[in-house]
């Protein structure tokens, strides 16, 4: 019908019901289908379910009190949880600095406490280079932990080797002080502020990750999860929902050479935020007006306030590098539609099988999708992705070019 000329599967209706809003249609929910190329977790299919909302001349709270009403309703009515009336809210640097995750789990404790002022003091060159070069060092304190064998602690270090750091240090809380083969580099000043610090009580063994802030997230919070899960701090009969907010608008692409959106390009900035968004300041200071409903580690519903002014919009574009003859060509729809103004809206999106899979207390979300795909996106029943035959890419005017993989000669 279309020779030459191709649909693309849609990631979310997202600018469909922005325009609706656009429209004069107020409010709007949708089940969609959506499709995402991205890397497979247990929490991740290709193709996937959302629940779709949005909503004109709201803010934030507004938002979220239509998604904690929905949650409520839920979770009662399914499995007879009584969920609270309202959720606690955490900042995204928050979540990252005690957690190391945008998605805590606050089922338990065991928070990550940032020791970097107090680690520049001591004489462990490790800690000392890491906060010259502008890393930081956090740590976390696992009561009882004084009781670990040599081997658990010594696995602590190929465990977080697999998020890009160089070791796990260890010292144990003892009658006399900080036991180690590093507690010498510390002197008695630092070693009763440290304690201090990690509310440090005998018996208790302190765990420190010492990178760039990035690295120390991604190894310590996963070693934070790993320890409850091994020590049985999770209470898996409870249900512990969230909302991280705030999140970084823009984060740089090192490969691309250029600044790219978190969430998606029609998130607006936070406020107190615009005039660095318009003035062109530093990109990476800039926060977004979005939010992400966490409930026991996952994130299951997420969403924002939307940009609804031109000018803002491509000023958007401009910060990724988007031109505006190819806004024009890829979005010029939606910039024309906020020529005729727009009202304020915002939405959220619930992940429906993330959320069914934790009704179900299941750990995967391929056990509650009839015929998911595989953690390679392959399809064991009908044996897709499958090669399509020559007489069917002539129909389609198409020819493949076949790209060598990596390993292949």
């Known amino acids: 019908m279309w020779p030459g000329r191709f649909y693309a599967l849609p990631q979310s209706p997202q600018i469909y019901k922005q325009l609706l809003m656009v429209a004069g249609m107020d409010r709007y929910f949708q089940i969609v289908r959506c499709y ?6 247990a929490d991740r299919q290709p193709e996937f379910t959302q629940i779709d909302v949005e909503m004109s001349f709201v803010e934030e709270a507004d938002v979220m009190r239509v998604a904690e009403g ?36 606050i089922r338990f ?17 490790v800690f000392r280079a890491v906060t010259e070069a502008g890393g930081i060092v956090s740590a976390i304190n696992v009561k009882g932990g004084a009781s670990f064998s040599r081997k658990q602690v010594d696995d602590m270090t190929p465990f977080v080797a697999q998020y890009g750091a160089k070791g796990a240090a260890w010292m144990k809380v003892a009658e006399r002080g900080l036991e180690s083969n590093i507690a010498k580099f ?35 919070g996963n070693l934070r999860l790993k320890f409850g899960n091994d020590l049985n701090l999770i209470d898996k009969s409870k249900f512990a929902f969230l909302w991280v907010t705030n999140f ?61 002014q031109r000018h803002v919009q491509q000023q958007m574009f401009d910060l990724l590098g988007i031109s505006s003859e190819e806004a ?61 035959d020559e007489r069917q890419l002539r129909e389609l005017g198409l020819r493949l070019r076949h790209v060598k993989h990596a390993g292949t000669a």
């Open 36 to 41: 995402r190329d991205e890397d497979l977790r």
């Open 70 to 105: 929905i949650t409520r309703s839920v979770y009662k009515e399914t499995i007879g949880y009584d969920v609270p009336d309202s959720f606690p809210h955490l900042d995204y640097a928050d979540a990252m600095s005690r957690y190391g995750s945008d998605k805590p789990d």
């Open 109 to 125: 404790g065991l928070e990550m406490v940032d020791v970097t002022g107090i680690a520049a003091e001591s004489d462990f060159k």
């Open 186 to 220: 510390f002197n008695e000043g630092v070693q009763n502020a440290l304690r201090e610090r990690l509310s440090a009580e005998q018996g208790d063994l302190l765990v420190f990750v010492a990178d760039q802030a990035p690295i120390v997230y991604q190894a310590l």
């Open 248 to 308: 970084p608008l823009l984060s740089w692409d090192e490969e691309e050479n250029r600044w790219v959106a978190n969430h998606h390009p029609f998130t607006s900035p936070v406020l107190e935020d615009l005039d660095l968004f318009v003035s062109g300041g530093d990109p990476g200071r800039i926060r977004a007006r979005a939010y992400d409903l966490v409930i026991n580690g996952t994130e299951v519903g997420g969403g924002s306030i939307r940009i609804h």
């Open 328 to 388: 024009e060509r890829r979005f010029g729809y939606l910039l024309n539609a906020f020529r005729y103004g727009a009202p304020p809206h915002g939405g959220i999106a619930f992940g429906f099988d993330r959320m069914v899979m934790q009704l179900a207390g299941q750990e995967s979300i391929r056990e509650v999708i009839a015929f998911p795909k595989t953690n390679t996106a392959a399809s064991p029943m009908d044996g897709s992705p499958s090669e399509v």
